[in-house]
């Protein structure tokens, strides 16, 4: 077993330790591996470990990964900050985008998303702890927005991604509440399903509150090298 193995089966033993502590089914909670700034040799191998879900915060370094490893069956998340005019991209080429904010935002992935594929799948990014230096929306902007999302078509609206401060592990139960809140305001409740929340050092709390999907970089890669 390689490093990345090594890790991978490491982390994936940490989700299946939280879940039996929270009384939750291991198979509840989804592995997303966040690959930004490392290389696609190191995707591709994690890849052969059974990982199938990358995550990349950065639009032009995704795009060539997504070249460089069509050869693949991966599917693509943008975790970052989506800026209206990048939208297209993102559209045409990602399975998932989790840092919507704003409708018109979302209006756009839904005019630029083909109708020949899938449905995009969009998580709402909510600024939890009201943090000045984060993106997301508001907590009140929540039930208007899923309201209005829900209803794009070409779409597929499947819940909140929340990245709290450290060690605000409040604000990960406020995200569940606000999850559970929202969901009668969905056009279709049935794909609302998906609480994007938890990172490397704080997935055993996130899945506690019912996150159903972690965001780990570090512990799988390494420390991130952003001097390339």
Known sequence: MNTLQHARAQVLRQIEQACLQAG??????????????????????????????????????????????????????????????????????????????????????????AASQAPLNICLQVNIDGQESKDGCPPADVPALVQQISRLPNLQLRGLMVIPAPHNVQAFADARKLFDQVKAQHAHPEQWDTLSMGMSGDMAEAVAAGSTLVRVGTALFGARDYSQ
């Open 24 to 113: 939750r089914d291991a198979q509840s909670v989804q592995l997303l591996a966040v690959s930004k700034t490392h290389p696609g040799e190191m995707l591709r191998a994690l890849h052969a470990a059974g990982q199938r879900a990358f995550g990349e915060n950065y639009l032009q370094e995704a795009l060539d990964k997504i070249e460089a490893l069509s050869d693949l069956e991966i599917e693509w998340h943008f975790i970052g900050h989506v800026q209206r005019n990048k939208t297209k991209h993102l559209a045409e080429k990602f399975a998932w985008v989790h840092g919507v904010d704003r409708l018109i935002v979302a209006e756009r992935l839904s005019s630029q998303r």
